[in-house]
Every structure is written in C-alpha cells, then in structure tokens.
T-cell receptor, first 115, second 115 residues
Framework: GAVVSQHPSRVICKSGTSVKIECRSLDFQATTMFWYRQFPKQSLMLMATSNEGSKATYEQGVEKDKFLINHASLTLSTLTVTSAHPEDSSFYIC???????????FGPGTRLTVL | QQQVKQSPQSLIVQKGGIPIINCAYENTAFDYFPWYQQFPGKGPALLIAIRPDVSEKKEGRFTISFNKSAKQFSLHIMDSQPGDSATYFCAPWGFDCGGAQKLVFGQGTRLTINP
C-alpha cells in the first residue's frame, strides 16, 4: 500500500508553545488529508478534513484557531497546535486519500506531550 | 449520536481460536466497510475491506461477513496467533449528515491472543 509519513514521531513541549506536525504522502498525490486525535485506549476522533488548496473543514467542537491546518501541496499537510496546553497531549494521526478509491492510508502518528 | 457500535470492547482468545468482532451501523449511506488493525504507538493499518454488493470476503486468515439488511459486518480471524494481538477498528465510509465523506470509527476492540 501507499506510504504516509509523519514528523516528528514524538514531541515534548512546554505549555504555551506552538507545535507543528507534518504529514506527507510519499508515493502518491493526496487530494484529501485527514487529521485525527486519539487518547489512550480510545478510538480515533476526526478533527478536520483538508483538501489541497482550500480551507480545512473542522469537525464540531474542534477549535479552528487552535488547530491550524495547512494543505499546501498534494503531498504535504501540516497541523499546528497553537499555545499548547497539557490537555492537548494526545496521539495525533494523519491519513491521506488519493482520488478515486475509498482507501485511506494512515501515518504512524505523532505523540504530543505538553508539560 | 452513535453511528457505529463495535463489540466486544475487549476479547481474549487462545492461540488457534477464531475471534469474532462485530460492527453495527446506522447510516445506510455507508458504501465501504473496512477493518483497521492498530498496534500500540502506531497508526492504524487497513486489514481488509468489503463493499456492500458482496456478503463475504476472505483474505488469508481474515474474513469479513457483511449483512446489509441487518446493517452489520464482522471480522473473523482464523487460526489466530499471538502476533494478531492488537486493537481492531471498524470504520465504515460514506457521507455523513453534513454531506462530508469520511470514515466513521467504531470504539475499538482490544484483542489478546494467548500462546
């Protein structure tokens, strides 16, 4: 299957700082990328859907100003957690979908810890 | 509003047994029914998926059974191995009430295969 990478895989930051997470589709062009958050022992929660060149669509309850998403190219989307707080500590996972088939390819995830 | 209900929440099976995980959904607009496997600290990976025009699909030791009238589909793992120990998610795909097309994740099943 296609490969999706995330960087960094793990990050620890102080409260109040901003953190950027990158998601790349390595061998295909992703017209749509998705960002999920997963708390321990829970399911994945969709945060937002982003299409290349347009604004992201956020799920209900997700703060647009706090979780900034940029899908600048067909192979790169970024999630920036602004002014991070300990409650933002979570496992953030992106996925990418190429045109046509339904299959989504997931990245390996980024473990964010805010102290 | 819970669109997808997955059961059981956890399951312990002896090696060689056949664990069965079930997924019930409400949205009849779903048109793609995948199962994802997730190991701790990793992103989910597609295991097997089925479309609603067939009632069963088998890939290696993994089988999906699909019951369209009952709005249910299940995952069967034949000759289970300790390496199959992971969390499994059903995540039907389709349009939600807002017109967005996305995966809707179940709650997850933590499967343990004892040696």
């Amino acid at each position: 299957g296609a490969v999706v990478s995330q960087h960094p895989s793990r990050v620890i930051c102080k409260s109040g700082t901003s953190v950027k997470i990158e998601c790349r589709s390595l061998d295909f062009q992703a017209t749509t990328m998705f960002w999920y958050r997963q708390f321990p022992k829970q399911s994945l929660m969709l945060m937002a859907t982003s299409n290349e060149g347009s604004k992201a669509t956020y799920e209900q309850g997700v703060e647009k100003d706090k979780f900034l998403i940029n899908h600048a190219s067909l192979t790169l989307s970024t999630l920036t957690v602004t002014s991070a707080h300990p409650e933002d500590s979570s496992f953030y996972i992106c996925s990418a979908r190429e045109p046509g088939p339904n299959e989504q390819f997931f990245g390996p995830g980024t473990r964010l810890t805010v102290l | 509003q819970q669109q997808v209900k997955q059961s059981p929440q956890s399951l312990i099976v002896q090696k060689g047994g056949i664990p069965i995980i079930n997924c019930a959904y409400e949205n009849t607009a779903f048109d793609y029914f995948p199962w994802y496997q997730q190991f701790p600290g990793k992103g989910p990976a597609l295991l097997i998926a089925i479309r609603p025009d067939v009632s069963e699909k088998k890939e290696g030791r993994f089988t999906i059974s699909f019951n369209k009238s009952a709005k249910q589909f299940s995952l069967h793992i034949m000759d289970s191995q300790p390496g199959d120990s992971a969390t499994y998610f059903c995540a039907p795909w389709g349009f939600d009430c807002g017109g967005a097309q996305k995966l809707v994740f179940g709650q997850g099943t933590r499967l343990t295969i004892n040696p």
